[in-house]
């Protein structure tokens, strides 16, 4: 199988030896070999690994993505950050960490963001509310 991992700057992983995968979406953790049906899901914080025909793993941390399987035989994934690495336990400890933690930052940003926002709108009421009214004659 052919496995492309890409992110919005970099082409990650290009390999076309690769026999089997492993990769994780809202489900649970699911393996893709060669002759999968074809298959459209979106993964979560992740390592995906995969195996080379020469027995050779590969591992590479995903913060989130699209993934699909088209023709039984092309792998693709498109993901926001892709750290391709060697060490699996240091891919999951500390890329992984460091994506959640990004995720939450986001998080504590955007309900800021709304705050700042609703503020405004009760200001705008209040100033609104207490301006002259207009008189029909």
Do not use: N
């Amino acid at each position: 199988m052919r496995l492309l991992i890409t992110d919005p700057v970099a082409i990650a992983v290009d390999a076309g030896d690769v026999v089997s995968l492993r990769a994780e979406d809202a489900s649970g953790g699911f393996g893709v070999l060669a002759g999968h049906a074809d298959f459209l899901t979106v993964l979560s914080i992740s390592v995906v690994s995969w195996r080379h025909a020469d027995g050779r793993a590969g591992y590479c941390a995903v913060r989130g993505g699209i993934l699909t399987v088209s023709g039984g035989s092309d792998v693709s994934i498109a993901t926001r950050e892709a750290h391709v690495g060697d060490d699996l336990d240091q891919l999951e400890t500390v890329v992984l960490a460091g994506y959640r933690a990004h995720i939450e930052s986001e998080r504590m940003e955007r309900t800021a963001s709304a705050r700042l926002r609703m503020q405004a709108i009760r200001h705008m009421i209040e100033a609104l509310d207490g301006a002259p009214k207009a008189i029909d004659l």
